[in-house]
């Protein structure tokens, strides 16, 4: 670590510019406390952050609260004081698992239409609890040795709004913690939620990687690849991750909380939780309307959301570009609240001519992941200009890379992280307690070839029919592409 770089970081803001991560020695340089002298927790955080502790065996534990100094503390304690910042994946850690992402309930037709005739379902994949148990101790016990366990509170929606709900993630990656800063509220406000009594999800997510390793790193990344698992218990509102670091299967925020465990608890509820964005439209005479729009990962929902109309007189705000909860409210009307407090955006593809918004979004505050880097500290990837005469690339490889090459400079499902309050175009009632009113649904995907562009249902029942029917090729959002999936 450069001479003077963590005295730079407290005094400035909580992330440079752009973040630039080129060492993962998880918990160097961080300050690590003991159980016995972290601040006092609500006793229902208290007892689960100590059955961690006894399970996975950390060397210290940390409550974060979110202030920019301990924030610049833990980026400076993984190496970072450099102005372009990367993530450099093991490859095989790139994109989310479905395959090993698994629903644990009592009854398999709980969580999947059970298949027959040895037809594997699309829908889901369901462990029993038995296997579930067995799995778990092959995996957790001791599994943070040698490393801090990070306490992590927050909220998914803004802090005391009646459509938020809560969670608490252990974490022993400083990785997860930066992003999942970025991706929802987190710290101090949300254990004074959680002081209160109120309800939350329990998150645990390892590396799996326990100090010493017995193997070295690829990449310096730490992963398991070979026993990663991410679980759901909708029944005890629990999420345990293993193995991975990338996004989506270690921001435990994210698709799992506010997808797949939200869409239990809304079941309960009586609301919906759903894979969509969310979006106002004005008109020119100045009608606003907000639209919701359903598309798998990687199918263009930033791009949408933060349109820039070409016909004069529209406008469009984005209100969230990838998750809604919705609820139909006292007059019947349906609203939409977006959960995140950030874009986790594929960077492939994203220009100043296809986003020009996204773009401007990402100029600060930022962090990405298995992006290209230029020599002069910048990023790059598919879809932008060729840098300056004189600017050579570094693939996500880390390796030398020259236009024309036959792979990629940046990994097809490479993200930035940002705040989504950097947006320009953000709506004013993103973070409005009640929700938008949402007055049309959209439902899409990737189709190269045999299907309008564009069409639309007739009535309610025949939308109902269209958006059941849709189908998408796969992306490098997951770890299969090149076959079709179901929306």
């Known amino acids: 670590m450069v001479n003077g770089c963590r005295d730079y970081f407290s005094s400035t803001i909580m992330w440079l510019t752009f973040v630039l991560i080129k060492i993962y020695h998880v918990g160097a340089g961080v300050r690590i406390r003991s159980l016995a002298s972290i601040p006092s927790l609500p006793p229902a955080v208290t007892e689960f952050v100590k059955g961690a502790v006894e399970e996975c065996k950390p060397a210290g534990v940390h409550v974060v609260t979110g202030t920019p100094e301990e924030t610049a503390n833990i980026l400076a304690g993984l190496g970072i004081c450099i102005l372009a910042y990367i993530n450099t994946f093991n ?5 989310r698992v479905e395959s090993k992402t698994v629903i644990v309930t009592k009854s398999q037709r709980d969580t999947i239409p059970i298949p027959t005739g040895g037809v594997q379902s699309q829908l889901g994949s369901w462990m029993c609890e038995s296997d579930w148990h067995k799995a778990r101790e092959e995996r957790f016990p001791g599994c943070m040795a040698g490393r801090t366990m990070y306490v992590i509170p927050f909220s998914m929606g803004p802090v005391g709004s009646t459509l938020s709900k809560y969670g608490v993630q252990v974490t022993d990656s400083p990785y997860v913690v930066a992003s999942m800063g970025i991706m929802t509220r987190m710290g101090t406000p949300v254990l004074k939620k959680l002081a209160e009594g109120v309800e939350f999800v329990r998150c645990q997510h390892s590396l799996g990687r326990p100090l010493p390793l017995r193997a070295p790193l690829l990449n310096s990344w730490p992963c398991n690849p070979d026993k990663v698992l991410i679980s759901h218990l909708p029944d005890s509102r629990q999420i ?36 969509m964005l969310i979006l106002g439209i004005t008109n020119p005479q100045g009608v606003k309307r907000y639209i919701a729009a359903a598309f798998p990962s990687a199918c263009g929902k930033t791009n949408l959301a933060m349109m820039k109309p070409a016909l004069p007189g529209w406008k469009v705000e984005c209100v969230g570009d990838d998750i809604a909860w919705m609820k139909f409210d006292s007059q019947g009307k349906l609203r939409a609240i977006n959960p995140e407090n950030g874009f986790f955006g594929v960077a492939p593809g994203t220009s100043d001519k296809t986003n020009p918004y996204a773009m401007a979004t990402i100029a600060k505050n930022t962090m990405f992941t298995n992006v290209g880097e230029t020599s002069d500290g910048g990023v790059w990837w598919e879809g932008l200009a060729p840098p300056p005469a004189g600017i050579t690339l570094t693939d996500w490889h880390g390796k030398t890379w020259k236009q024309g090459s036959l792979t990629p400079c940046a990994h097809p499902n490479s993200r930035f992280c940002a705040p989504a309050a950097q947006c320009p175009i953000i709506d004013p009632q993103w973070e409005s307690e009640e929700g938008v009113p949402i007055d049309a649904i959209i439902f899409g995907g990737r189709r190269p070839e045999g299907v309008p562009l564009v069409y639309e249902s007739f009535n309610w029942q025949h939308g109902v029919f269209v ?4 189908r998408s090729e796969a992306t490098a959002a997951a770890e299969h592409k090149g076959t079709d999936k179901h929306l």
């Open 91 to 95: 490859p095989k850690d790139v994109a």
């Open 240 to 275: 345990l991750s293993f193995g991975s670091g990338y996004g989506g299967n270690s921001l435990l925020g994210k698709k799992c909380f506010a997808l797949r465990i939200a869409s239990r608890i809304a079941k309960d509820e009586g609301w919906l939780a759903e894979h």
């Open 467 to 470: 958006g059941a029917a849709m």
